[in-house]
């Protein structure tokens, strides 16, 4: 017990008075959160209250100036972070239509990506047969079909937003 009690006091996010602007235009203004390890949160408001905003600048998307405020992300200073070291570190934005990229398999999209992972912590890449046991083992896990592997990186989804068109 004491230790799970110690991880809902651990700090992912912290937002301190954070105020951005996208082109002079003040979009956020005095934001504060703080997620703490095992709590969850959603983002509301309407169109053009600064969702969008905030997911960009945590992936760190040029383009938004910060004139006031911090963000720790794990003990971090997210702002001095390039895009990629926020990658690294797990926060990157999705595409709601990703783009097919005909010619590169799934496989070899998650086997270089995981071999990045594994190298900017220092790790030796996994070999082609070392790899292929745990992704295979992972996909059993989540129930998912393994000829999803050897498709083209994103291509064949359906997602909602496409079967409405």
Known sequence: ????????????????????????KTILNGLNIHLRAGEIHAIMGPNGSGKSTLAN??????????????INYLETDLLTLTPEECAWKGIFLGFQYPVSIPGVTNIQFLKFALNAHRSI?????LDAIDFLALVKEKMAELEMPEELLYRSVNDGFSGGGEKTK
């Open 121 to 125: 912590k220092g790790l030796p890449p």
């Open 1 to 24: 017990m004491q230790q799970k009690n110690s991880m809902l006091k651990t700090s992912i996010l912290k937002i301190e008075n954070l105020q951005a602007m996208i082109a002079e």
């Open 57 to 70: 600048l945590l992936a760190r998307k040029p383009g938004i100036t910060v004139s006031e405020g911090h």
